[in-house]
């Protein structure tokens, strides 16, 4: 068994971010970055299905320029067999993003793809059903419980939605998005780190796949939400459906 574990590079969710001067865009300045939580939770997925089963090949991807680099080895560090970077300059949209991993899974013949719902960067949560969509293999998304049936064939996939986990069973090949309940991811360890510079790390020119993959959607401003205003205390029901409707304006 081969699982393909895409990891995006974003800024680490304990930094501080702020927006350019113009709003045109974040300013990266002295911010730190990480493995896309929602793929290091797909990836602690992935190193559990190999240790239940014994034999399974785990390849971790990203996309972009060197720096991706350090979160591919983080990757391989917590236990990924092999890592390819896609070398890519420019920024690129969920569309774009799932182009290029369509012709990595193609390279590659994975027996489905675990990758996090989404980037807590531009949280699109769109990538994973685009790439379906592209490969016309079935997905499950928002999956918190994951559990290999019928010989390995099938994936039984606990959803989480509005009204609740919704069950359902995806054959492979398939493409899979992990929710955040799904797992704890592990730290990773000296060992880990040590064997990580002796594993294999393939970097590929976009051109070299043979894709064409140009962004359709272009950010024009950013701006952070308006401040909240202070909450205050109410002593009776009529006080509060007053302020409702007469201030809030929402009744």
Do not use: H, W
Not at 84 to 110: C, M
Request: hydrophobic content about 45%; glycine content about 6%.
């Amino acid at each position: 068994m081969k699982i393909l574990v895409p990891l995006k590079r974003v800024p680490d969710p304990d930094t501080k971010i702020r927006i350019k001067a113009d709003g045109s865009g974040v300013d990266f300045d002295g911010v730190k970055f990480a493995v896309n939580p929602f793929d290091a939770i797909a990836l602690e997925e992935a190193l559990r299905i190999k240790e239940n089963l014994g034999d399974a090949e785990i390849v971790v991807v990203s996309i972009g320029n060197d720096d991706c680099v350090e979160q591919l080895r983080n990757g391989l560090a917590m236990g990924a067999d092999r890592a390819v970077l896609i070398k890519a300059a420019d920024e690129l949209d969920s569309l774009a993003i799932a182009k290029i991993l369509a012709a990595v899974y193609k390279r590659e013949q994975p027996s489905f793809v675990l990758m996090g719902k989404q980037a807590i960067d531009d949280d699109s949560n769109q990538a994973g059903q685009m790439l379906a969509a592209l490969l016309g293999l079935g997905q499950a998304t928002f999956v918190s419980k994951l559990e290999l049936i019928e010989n390995n064939s099938k994936a039984r996939c606990g959803r989480e939605t509005d009204a609740g986990i919704e069950t359902v069973a995806v054959k492979f090949p398939a493409i899979i998005t992990t929710d955040l309940r799904l797992n704890e991811p592990r730290y990773v360890s000296l060992p880990g780190i040590m064997k990580a510079k002796k594993k294999p790390l393939e970097e590929i020119a976009l051109s070299d796949l043979g894709v064409s993959a140009m962004s359709r959607t272009k950010i024009l401003a950013l701006e952070p939400p308006p401040k909240r205003k202070a909450g205050v205390r109410v002593k009776t029901v009529d006080e509060l459906v007053d302020k409702l409707r007469n201030e809030a304006k929402i009744i």
